[in-house]
C-alpha cells in the first residue's frame, strides 16, 4: 500500500493506563493548535491510536471504518453474540453504543452492572468477534430514553443546573464518566492495552442547547472537552453535533445527509466522522412506522465519503431492539428502530442490510484511494458530478445523479454510463462500476407472526381492581397545593394521585356540575366518588396542557375527586430538563353560571404510583398477596390487572404478545416487563403504532409462564394472542448486467443468491422466471419473455436447502428465451 508524504499531524492519546508500568506522558505539537501524545513501553501492549486529516489511525495505519449502534440495555446478554455476529457479516468494524447512566446509578452511589447492564461483559463479546468499540459516554445521551439518561435523583441535587457551568452538575458528571473510565482501563479495554475501544464520546448533541446557556454553554463545553481529556483514556474523544469541539476533541456528523449538512472537520488535523446515520425515524405512538429506503441510506453514505472525505459512518440504529419496563422516553413506543439493518428481534432486515453490505464491501476495496489518494472533482452534468480519489496505482470514482426523475447518460474518462435517477455509482480503478446506490440486488425479506396460543377461553384469565384512593387522610403525601408529578414520583412509576375532598350544596334549579382539570402529563383518568368519569390524553406533537372538562354527578355533601396522572415516559431532551413540570397544575368546579371554585390551594392528597405496583403484584410471589377474580360477566373496565398463564412456544423462533385487542398499560412476563403497551392509540393509517410486543427467550420459562397486564384504558385480553416471529419469504431479483456480488470474489456473473435465516430451510419455490418477469418481490408475474425451465431450474437449486445461488446466464436455463431482450431473474421462495 502506497503512504502518503504527507506531514500527519496526528493526535496520539495513549495516557496513564493502568497497565503501562511506565507512564506515558502528553505534550501539546508545537504550532498545529493539535496535541501528540507518545506511547513509552507499555509491555507488548499495541501501538499508537491517532488521527489526522483523513481519517482514525490504529497502530499506525489509517482506517476506513464502519460501525453500527446498538445498546447493551435494549436487548439480553444472550442475543448479544448473534447481534454482532450479525453486524460483522454485514461488513461492519466497528459497534457504537451509549452509556445509560440511570440504569448504572439507579439510586445514588449504587451502581448495577448485572444482566442486560452488563457493559464489560458487552464490550468483550464484541472484542472475541473481532470488532471494535465506540464508547458514547455522554453521560446525557438523549436516545429516546427516560430523562435523556440521567438518574432522577441528579433532579433533585440541590442548586443544580443540567449540562452548564455548574459545580454540582459538573462533579457528578465528573464523577460517572471518571469511574467508566477507570473501570474500562480495568479490564483491559481500551485499544492501547489491547482492548476494542477506539473512540470515546463526551456529551451529545450539545449544540442543540447550547444557546439557552449563553457564556456558561461555552464554558461547560470547554470544561467537559478538557475534563474527558484529562482522563488519558487512550483513544481519540469526540463531540457529536458540536461544530466548536475543543482540540483535540473531534467534531462529528449527526443526521440524515452529512454529506450536505456537515459543515466539517473544525481543524485541518480532524478527519469526517459521521456518527449518527439514521436508519429510520424512532416510532412514537400516534404515528405511522416511516421506513427509511436502502437506496437512500447508500447514497446518503456514499455521498459523505466522496464529498466529505468521510472515513468513518455509524448507523443509529443497526440494532434498535426493546424499550424494556418504563424506559422508553416521552411517547416512544416501546419496539425502537425496527426497521433497521436488524429488527427488534436480531432478525436480519431484508433488502437494507444485504445493500449495505454490498456497500462496505465496495467502499473497502478501494480504501488505499479513499485513505491516501489525492482528491478531485468534476461537473458531468447539470445535476450530475463526480468525486475522484487517486493514487499512482490506484483510483475510485463517485459519480452522482441528483436527478430524481431521470436516467443520466454521462461520460467519465471516455467511458459512457447511464446513472440510475438519484444514485450514486462506485467505479473501481475508475472504470468498472461494482456497486450502485439506486441498484438492490440483495435478497428481500418478508416477516410474519405466527399465532402459537390464543387466550380466548376466558375461564383462563383472572382479574383483580385497582383500587382508587379515596381518603385524603392515608395518603402517602399531603399539601394545600398541587404538587409536581415528576418530582413527587421521582420517575420511578408513571403514575400519581391527586386526592381531594369537595363540600357539594345542590342549586335550587339543579344546575349542571362542570369539573375543570389543566394537566402538563400526558394521560389523566377521573374519578369521582369511586365511580370512573373520563379520561384525556395528550400526544407527542400537541399542546403540553391536556385539559379534561365535562360534567359530573355530585352527591350533597362531602365527596371525593380522586385524579390519576400518567406519564408516558419521561423527557429525554432540551435545555433546562430539570426546570420541566409536569402533572396536574390546575383544577376548578363549576356549578351552572356561577364563578368557577379554584381547588388548586385545597388540601391534597397524593398516592405515589398504582398499588399493583407497590405489592409487586405482576410477579409470582407478589400475585399472592391479591384476590383475584374470574371476569366472566365483568365488564373490561379501566385500570384493571390481569393474570394468566401460557406455554413456552417450540423452536427458536422470536416470541412476540399480539395485544391488538387491549387499550394501554404495560405488561410482564414471569416478573419482566417487557415495556409499555397503547394500542389503542391510533396512527393516521387506523392502526396501532405498535401491535406486536417482543418477550426474548431469556425472559421464558422451559413451560409454563406467567402473563400479567395493568390495563389503564379498558381493553378485551381474550383477543391476545402468543406469536413467533420469522422470515419466512424471501425473494431476489437481478438484472443480467447488474454488477456481481462482492462476497464471492471473482464471481461472475451476477446471480439471484437466496438464504433462509434461523436454521430454516427454502421449502417451496413460490415464482421463479428468467426472461423479463414484471414487477417487483412484493407484485410480481411474468412478462413478454420466460424461460419455461425457469422453475425447474431454481427448484433443482434451492429446495431443502438453507441458502442458494442461481447464476443470471442463459446457459443455466437451457439458452436465451429471447435475445435481443435484456433479461433478469426474479424468485420468490418459502422458508420453513
Known sequence: MAVAKEVVAVVTLLLGLTSCTTSSTAAATAGTGSARWREEDCGGVRGEVTYDHRALVLNGTRRLLFAGEMHYPRSTPEMWPKLIGKAKEGGLDVIQTYIFWNVHEPVQGQYNFEGRYDLVRFIKEIQAQGLYVSLRIGPFIESEWKYGGFPFWLHDVPNIIFRSDNEPFKQHMQRFVTDIVNMMKHEGLYYPQGGPIITSQIENEYQMVEPAFGSSGQRYVSWAAAMAVDLQTGVPWTMCKQNDAPDPVINTCNGLICGETFVGPNSANKPALWTENWTSRYLIYGNDTKLRSPEDIAFAVAYFIAR????????????????????????????????????????????????????????????????????????????????????????????????????SEVVFRNISLELAPKSISILSDCKRVVFETAKVTAQHGSRTAEEVQSFSDINTWMAFKEPIPQDVSKATYSGNRLFEHLSTTKDDTDYLWYIVGYEYTPSDDDQLVLINVESRAHILHAFVNNAYVGKIYGSHGGPANIILNMNISLKEGPNTISLLSAMVGSPDSGAHMERRVFGIRKVSIQQGQQPGHLLNNELWGYQVGLFGERNSIYTQEGSKNVEWTTIDNMAYSPLTWYKTTFSTPAGNDAVTLNLTGMGKGEVWVNGESIGRYWVSFKAPSGNPS???????????????????????????????????????????????????????????????????????????????????????????????????????????????????????????FGGDPCPGIQKSLLVVANCR
Not at 479513499?370 to 496505482?393: D, P, R, V
Not at 378485551?716 to 470474489?745: D, F, H, M, W
Request: hydrophobic share 30%.
Open 308 to 407: 466529505k472525505n468521510g472515513s468513518y459512518v455509524s448507523y443509529y440504529m443497526y440494532h434498535g431492539g426493546t424499550n424494556f419496563g418504563r424506559f422508553a422516553s416521552s411517547y416512544v413506543t416501546t419496539s425502537y428502530y425496527d426497521g433497521a439493518p436488524l429488527d427488534e428481534y436480531g432478525l436480519i432486515w431484508q433488502p437494507t442490510w444485504g445493500h449495505l453490505r454490498e456497500l462496505h464491501a465496495s467502499v473497502k476495496q478501494s480504501s488505499e484511494p479513499l485513505l491516501f489518494g489525492t482528491y478531485s472533482n468534476l461537473s458531468l452534468g447539470q445535476e450530475q458530478e463526480a468525486h475522484i480519489f487517486e493514487t499512482e496505482s490506484q483510483c475510485v470514482a463517485f459519480l452522482v445523479n441528483f436527478d430524481r426523475h431521470h436516467i
Open 690 to 812: 405498535q401491535s406486536l410486543y417482543h418477550i426474548p427467550r431469556q425472559f421464558l420459562n422451559p413451560q409454563d409462564n406467567i402473563l400479567v397486564l395493568f390495563e389503564e384504558m379498558g381493553g378485551n385480553p381474550q383477543q391476545i394472542t402468543v406469536n413467533t416471529v420469522s422470515v419466512t419469504r424471501v425473494c431476489g431479483n437481478v438484472n443480467e448486467l447488474s454488477a456481481p456480488s462482492l462476497q464471492y470474489k471473482d464471481k461472475e456473473p451476477p446471480a439471484v443468491d437466496l438464504w433462509c435465516q434461523e436454521g430454516k430451510q427454502i421449502s417451496a419455490i413460490e415464482f421463479a422466471s428468467y426472461g423479463n418477469p414484471v414487477g417487483d418481490c412484493k407484485r410480481f408475474g411474468f412478462g413478454s419473455c420466460h424461460a419455461g425451465s425457469s422453475e425447474s431450474v431454481v427448484k433443482q437449486a434451492c429446495l431443502g436447502k438453507s441458502g442458494c445461488s442461481i447464476p443470471i446466464t442463459p446457459i443455466k
